[in-house]
């Protein structure tokens, strides 16, 4: 039975739910949506207001040589005498060329940040709206579901901007096609990579949640990803190769932690299916 109380829809059983019409099934979820919107505005404003941390501190950090990442690779670079690990020595200048280019810069960049921060809310929001629809086995098995995402999420997020993002800023803002072309980076250009690269890390680390659910319905077998374990590595290993410098141990660095998310997907989809065969015994 559902109850209103200032303007909010609260679940109270699930047999109501499935008896529900389809205008309220959509009542239900535009609060959630519009829950979520606030959080991600409330962290928007917040990002808006100190643009200097943001900016200066976080986004523009990776292209020079005394980011956290940039430091150790030349200091192991040095260490195995592989110069090439000191990246991002000669850092490219930044432009603006439309009027209004930082101030919409500002606010989209203010706008992401506030959804990636705001993710674990958001996705929280969308899990309350699917989970009444699951079964109580399905929901017994999905527990911890907004935990673990987030966290891989998050993880992804970190690895992104701290590994893929300063060797492909070093690369692509370093590679020149002739001596008579200077790289000076249209801003747009930069967030595009720098937010591109975020998210795509963030998702890829999801891999073992989208395994897990592809196992519990059936479309994914652990014999299935050690079938196409090679071909997965083939894979990983050119898209390393895409973002990265070309050299050999940027690629390895790279590619090692989706390898091991890879075999910790086979390791979930394992579990799944004896649990599966468990419960059918």
């Known amino acids: 039975m559902f109850t209103f109380a200032k303007g909010t829809i609260f679940m109270k ?9 389809f205008l309220q099934h959509l009542e239900v979820l535009r609060w959630h949506i519009i829950r979520s919107l606030l959080a991600v505005l409330f962290v928007a404003i917040i990002a808006f207001i100190f643009k200097n941390i943001i900016f200066d501190t976080i986004i523009f950090a990776p292209k020079t040589a005394d980011f956290f990442t940039n430091v150790k690779l030349c200091e192991f670079g040095n260490y195995i005498g592989v110069e090439s690990l000191c990246i991002n020595k000669h850092p490219f200048k930044i432009i603006n060329i439309t009027l209004a280019g930082q101030f919409s810069t500002h606010i989209s960049v203010s706008i992401v940040a506030g959804f990636m921060i705001a993710f674990p809310y ?3 929001e969308f899990w309350r709206f699917i989970l009444p629809a699951l079964k109580e086995k399905e929901r017994k098995h999905s527990r911890g579901t907004v935990f673990f995402s987030s966290i891989l999420f998050s993880l992804g997020g970190l690895f992104g901007y701290f590994l893929i993002l300063p060797l492909s800023v070093h690369f692509l803002g370093s590679y020149t096609v002739s001596s008579e072309v200077v790289n000076t980076i249209n ?5 595009q990579t720098f937010t591109s690269v975020i998210l795509a890390a963030g998702v890829i680390f999801e891999l073992p949640i989208f395994i ?3 196992s519990k319905i059936g479309l994914v077998t652990p014999a299935m990803l050690k079938k196409y374990r090679k071909h997965s590595l083939v894979i990983i290993l050119a898209l390393s190769a895409i973002i990265t410098p070309p050299d050999i141990f940027s690629q390895i660095l790279v590619s090692f932690p989706l390898l091991v998310l890879y075999e910790i997907g086979i390791l ?14």
């Open 13 to 21: 059983k699930e047999q109501d739910w499935k008896d529900m019409p």
């Open 122 to 124: 958001v996705f929280f």
């Open 187 to 191: 801003i747009t250009s930069y967030i």
């Open 268 to 281: 979930i989809s394992k579990r799944v299916v004896k649990k599966d065969k468990s419960v059918l015994v």
């Open 212 to 214: 897990f659910f592809l």
